[in-house]
C-alpha cells in the first residue's frame, strides 16, 4: 500500500536534478550512462544519476577556468550576498534536505534536519567572511621600501566529498571557495550525490555565474580526478574522506605542486577521568559516538576510561545504546539508521568479531540484524585488548570498545597512541587538568566536556595523518587564498 510518506518521498527524489552541472547547464553524461543511487535502509534503488567520465570532468575544468578572471572580479559583497541568499534558500528548504539525506544515506529525520542548520551555517558564515579578507601595508626596516601585502584567489579548485555527511561537506568547501574568489569542480561521493544536486540547484537560482561551480557525479572518482589532478589549469585541490584515498591525492598533486586541503580519518579518544561527572560523560559520549551512526570523522573511537570508574561507565553507556530504537531514519522516533552498505556493516562486524575472539565482553549489542537494510546494534565492548584492531582502525559504526588507565599520562599515552589526531574528547572537572592535557593531547580539536566539538565558527581539522588545513572558522578561508606581496620604492627615498 503507498502512504503519503511515500508520496512526499518520490515528490521530492523527482524534483532533485539527476545530471551533470556544467557551465551554468545541467547535461546528461559524455557516455550516456548513469548509475543507482540507493536506499540503504531498504536497498532499493532511489534514482538514477549521470556518470560524469574523465572528459565531462574536463569540461567542468574548461568552464571552471574559463569563469576564473571575471569571477576573481566580482565584488566581495556581491559573493557574499549569494552566499546569504543560498543560506537562506537552504534553510527554507531544509524539511527537503534533511529528507534526501535520510533517504540516500541513512541518518534518523531528526539528525538530518541539525545538519541542514550546521550546513547552511557555512553559508552564512563564509557570507559574512567575504566581506572581511585584509591585507597590510608597512614601512621596511630600511625606510624606502614600502611593503605591500594582498590576497587573492587561488584559482580553480577540486571538491571532493564524502557520503557521511552530504549537505555540510559540500557547504564547508564551497561556501569558502565562492567568498574568496575561486572556480570550482565538485565531485560529490557517488553513495549521495542527491544532496549535492538539490544544492546546486539552489546556487543556480541564487544568482551564481555559469562557470563557477561544476558538478560532476561519477562512479569512476580516480579516472576522473587524475587528469584534473595533471592539467595545469588547476590550483587546488580539496578533499574530505579517508586516509588512504588522501595520500594518493597527495602524491598526485605533488607533480603540479597544488595547493591541498585534506580532512581525512580520524580514530578520536574519548578520555573518562575518577572526577568526571559520569551522567555528563555518558551524555556526551552518546552524542560522540552515535552521531551519524558512528559514522563521523569526529566519532569517538575509544573509550579511555579511569578504573576505578570504568565499570560503572561502562553499564550506565550499555544500558542507554542498547535501549535506542534501531529504523529506517524517516519513522517516527528513530535514534539510529543504517549503516551506508553492506560492505560498512561486514567490516564493523569483523572489527567486533576480532575484538571480541581476543577476549572482549560484549556489554550489549555485538549481532547484525537480518532483513533488508545495512543497520548495526548499538554495541559496547568491555576489556579490549590493547593489540585489538578495533583500536587502531577507524571503526564507522556505533560501536564503542572500553579501555581501562590508571594515570594521567598512561591515558595521555594511550590516546596519542595512534597516526590519528583530528578529534579527542576529555571529561575531568580538573580545569588544570583540562589545560594540561590541551597541550598533551594529540588532536587538532579537542572537546572538554562536551561530546560536540563541530562548529562553523572554529577551524576544524586535523594534526599527524588526519590531514592538512583547516575548513570553518575565520582559518577557513585563507585555504582558498594566496598571499601576494608588492614591494614599493619611495622615489622621493632616493
Ligand atoms: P573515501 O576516501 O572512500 O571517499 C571520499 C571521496 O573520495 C568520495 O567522493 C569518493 O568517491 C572519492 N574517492 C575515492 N577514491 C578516490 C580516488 N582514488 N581518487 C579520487 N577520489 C576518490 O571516504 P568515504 O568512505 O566517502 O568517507 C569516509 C571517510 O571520510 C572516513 O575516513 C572519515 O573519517 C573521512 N571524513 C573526514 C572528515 C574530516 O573532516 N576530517 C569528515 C568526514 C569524513
Known amino acids: 500500500m503507498t502512504t503519503e510518506a511515500d508520496l512526499v518521498e518520490r515528490d521530492l527524489i523527482t524534483r532533485v536534478p539527476t545530471d551533470l552541472f556544467i557551465g551554468g547547464e545541467w547535461r546528461p553524461s559524455s557516455s550516456g550512462k548513469v ?56 534553510t527554507e528548504h531544509a524539511d527537503d534536505f534533511a529528507l534526501l539525506m535520510t533517504l540516500e544515506m541513512g541518518k534518523p529525520l531528526p539528525e538530518a534536519r541539525g545538519e541542514v542548520t550546521y550546513g547552511a551555517e557555512f553559508l552564512r558564515w563564509f557570507s559574512e567572511e567575504a566581506v572581511r579578507v585584509g591585507g597590510r601595508y608597512a614601512i621596511a626596516p630600511d625606510g624606502v621600501t614600502r611593503l605591500m601585502v594582498h590576497k587573492r584567489p587561488v584559482g580553480p579548485c577540486l571538491l571532493i566529498t564524502p557520503w557521511n555527511f552530504p549537505l555540510a561537506m559540500a557547504t564547508r568547501k564551497i561556501a569558502p571557495a565562492v567568498a574568496a574568489g575561486c572556480t570550482m569542480v565538485l565531485k560529490p561521493a557517488a553513495l549521495t550525490p542527491l544532496t549535492t544536486l538539490l544544492l546546486t540547484s539552489v546556487f543556480q537560482e541564487a544568482g551564481l555565474p555559469p562557470g563557477v561551480l561544476n558538478v560532476v557525479p561519477t562512479s569512476a572518482a580516480r579516472a576522473l580526478s587524475t587528469p584534473l589532478l595533471q592539467d595545469a589549469r588547476l590550483r587546488k585541490v580539496s578533499f574530505t574522506g579517508s586516509t588512504p584515498v588522501g595520500r594518493d591525492l597527495l602524491r598526485q598533486s605533488a607533480d603540479n605542486v597544488l595547493r591541498t586541503s585534506m580532512e581525512l580519518g580520524g580514530n578520536a579518544p574519548f578520555l573518562v577521568f575518577e572526577d568526571a561527572d559520569l ?95 545495512y543497520f548495526y546494534p548499538p554495541t559496547v565492548l568491555a576489556d579490549v585488548p590493547s593489540q585489538a584492531r578495533i583500536l587502531s582502525e577507524e571503526i564507522f559504526g556505533p560501536v564503542a570498545p572500553i579501555v581501562t588507565f590508571s594515570q594521567e599520562a598512561e591515558a595521555v599515552e594511550l590516546a596519542n597512541n595512534t597516526e590519528y589526531g583530528l578529534a579527542a574528547y576529555v571529561y575531568t572537572r580538573d580545569v588544570a587538568r583540562s589545560l594540561r592535557l590541551s597541550e598533551s593531547v594529540e588532536s587538532g580539536m579537542l572537546g572538554i566536556n562536551t561530546g560536540i566539538i563541530s562548529n562553523p565558527a572554529a577551524p576544524f581539522g586535523g594534526v599527524k595523518q588526519s590531514g592538512l588545513g583547516r575548513e570553518g572558522g575565520s582559518e577557513g578561508i585563507e585555504e582558498y587564498l594566496e598571499t601576494r606581496y608588492v614591494g614599493f620604492a619611495d622615489p622621493s627615498a632616493n
Do not use: Y
Open 35 to 90: 548509475f543507482d543511487v540507493e536506499d540503504p535502509a531498504t536497498g532499493s534503488t532511489l534514482t538514477q544519476v549521470a556518470d560524469a567520465t574523465p572528459a565531462d570532468g574536463l569540461a567542468a575544468l574548461d568552464a571552471a577556468s574559463e569563469a576564473q578572471a571575471s569571477w576573481s572580479k566580482v565584488s566581495p559583497r556581491e559573493r557574499g550576498e549569494i552566499l546569504r541568499t543560498a543560506f537562506e534558500m537552504v
Open 279 to 373: 551522567d555528563a560523560a555518558v551524555e556526551g559520549a552518546l552524542k560522540a559516538k552515535l552521531r551519524n551512526m558512528g559514522e563521523a570523522c569526529t566519532a569517538a573511537n575509544r573509550f579511555i576510561v579511569h578504573e576505578s570508574v570504568a565499570d560503572e561507565f561502562g553499564r550506565r553507556l550499555a544500558k542507554a545504546m542498547g535501549g535506542l530504537f534501531v529504523t529506517r531514519g524517516t519513522q517516527d522516533g528513530a535514534q539510529i539508521g543504517p549503516l551506508i552498505d553492506a560492505r560498512s556493516r561486514t567490516a564493523v562486524h569483523k572489527l567486533v568479531t576480532e575484538a571480541r575472539t581476543s577476549g572482549a565482553r560484549v556489554l550489549t549489542g555485538g549481532e547484525p540484524q537480518n532483513g533488508p537494510g
